[in-house]
């Protein structure tokens, strides 16, 4: 029931069903547990979303980071062929038929794939620098390898004729000659004037010091691998059978001795024992050195 303040206007009642205010109330407790259940809901799933939103945003920061590591990955790939191809170039230059590199890599590696799960994008990345590293062990033997080639062919060099004996005219070549005596010259006679240097062409063993027939006074000199040098018409020795020599050491001095005409060295090399032409020997790198070697 209504009643006005002032008593002036009638008082306005309503009557109200007992269920009726039963209804209001529970529609009204309905009501605020509604809204606070919506408030409470709401702000889970705004809060849900923003760790959505910061997981997708942290997934394609992943992404560009395994992509980086991927194309990463192809260049340290790309840079190990070359690695490679620069070996076997390397090998090639040296002569190196039998040395071939031990690292075996294609081209054709694949790219990497864009794939939306980390995981499947990882997958590759890791097969590669697995595969990468592998390479660089074998990278690393075939460079090994080579050093232990470089050294081994260091020695050989030392112990392979590679100089002139001393410096002069070829005045007589290896082979076949009519003057000034007919028949087939062994070595290769240099002009030089009496008593000049005679420089030993290598690393080795003098095995003989003395008088040969027709080579006056001789030094020969035994380099190992089947190879010795002669040095013929000498005045005089500096070394004896035994001594051992090293490449440009003097070994004896410039004469007229033997079948000469007139001073000169009458230079020899020798392979089993048999001259070959020394022309080949006089002026060797290590590098032209090793393709005389054989079983390299
Ligand atoms: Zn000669």
């Not at 269920?19 to 849900?48: H, W």
């Not at 070996?87 to 794939?113: A, E, H, M, P, Y």
Request: glycine letters at 8%; proline letters at 4%; hydrophobic letters at 35%.
């Amino acid at each position: 029931m209504l009643i006005p303040h002032d008593g002036s206007g009638p008082a306005f009642s309503v009557r109200v069903p007992y269920f009726a205010l039963y209804f209001l109330t529970g529609l009204l407790i309905f009501s605020v547990c509604l809204v606070g259940s919506s408030f409470v809901y709401s702000s889970i799933l705004s809060r849900r979303l923003a760790h959505y939103y910061q997981a997708i945003a942290k997934n394609r920061e992943q992404q560009a980071i395994i992509n980086s590591f991927s194309l990463e990955t192809n260049r340290v790939q790309t840079a190990l062929v070359e690695l490679q191809q620069q070996d076997n170039q390397l090998r090639q230059l040296l002569g190196l038929k039998s040395w071939q590199s031990k690292v075996k890599l294609t081209r054709n590696f694949q790219k990497s794939q864009l794939a939306d799960e980390p995981q499947a994008m990882i997958e590759p990345v890791v097969q590669k620098m697995q595969t990468a590293h592998q390479k660089l062990g074998e990278q690393r033997e075939s460079l090994a390898d080579l050093k232990k080639w470089v050294n081994q062919a260091r020695e050989r060099f030392a112990n392979t004729p590679s100089c002139w004996p001393l410096y002069g005219r070829i005045v007589s070549s290896f082979g076949y000659r009519v003057y000034p005596w007919r028949g087939f010259h062994t070595g290769v006679d240099i002009s030089a004037s009496y008593g000049s240097a005679i420089h030993c062409t290598a690393d080795g063993l003098v095995s003989f010091v003395g008088w040969q027939q027709g080579y006056g006074k001789t030094v020969i000199v035994d380099h190992g691998y089947g190879k010795s040098t002669l040095y013929a018409h000498c005045s005089r020795f500096t070394v004896s059978r035994g001594t051992k020599v090293k490449k440009g050491n003097l070994v004896a001095y410039v004469g007229v001795t033997g079948n000469s005409t007139g001073p000169h060295l009458h230079y020899e090399v020798r392979e089993g024992g048999q001259p070959i032409n020394p022309v080949a020997y006089l002026n060797l790198n290590v590098l032209t050195a090793s393709r005389t070697w054989k079983g390299n």
